[in-house]
């Protein structure tokens, strides 16, 4: 059983959004922190954005790249994860999985290792 289940990924123009969503199964309430990593062929995984369970401590991480464009939001309630893509560019073509890691430090963002992942979701942005 995939502990992380993500969805919402397609193929679009560049400029246009998307919305991933990552069904959780509890990992979002008892998890130091979860996030979305991307992978694209030929390159390392990158860290895109990440949210710490203490928010009111640490501020949400977004690498360089998805800065200004990407937003990572949660609904406890739901226990889903999303991740909000606007004004999508052709490097954002990746697959995108959703990650969660127990303790810190948050290897969502390091790579350090995480403690769950789902299969991913391709995201694809055509020029």
């Known amino acids: 059983q995939v502990p992380l289940v993500e969805s919402g990924g397609g193929s679009v123009q560049a400029g246009d959004s998307l919305r991933l969503s990552c069904a959780t199964s509890?990992?979002?309430?008892?998890?130091?922190?979860m996030g979305w990593f991307r992978q694209a062929p030929g390159k390392q995984r990158e860290a895109v954005a990440a949210i710490y369970t203490e928010s009111s401590v640490f501020a949400p991480y977004y690498s360089d790249s998805v800065k200004g464009r990407f937003t990572i939001s949660r609904d406890s309630a739901k226990e889903i994860l999303y991740l909000q893509m606007t004004n999508l560019k052709p490097d954002d073509t990746a697959v995108y999985y959703c990650?969660?890691?127990?303790?810190?430090?948050?290897?969502?963002?390091?790579?350090?290792?995480?403690?769950?992942w789902g299969q991913g979701t391709q995201v694809t942005v055509a020029s």
């Open positions: 509890g990992y979002l309430a008892s998890s130091y922190c």
């Open positions: 990650a969660a890691d127990g303790s810190p430090p948050c290897g969502v963002v390091d790579g350090s290792g995480v403690d769950a």
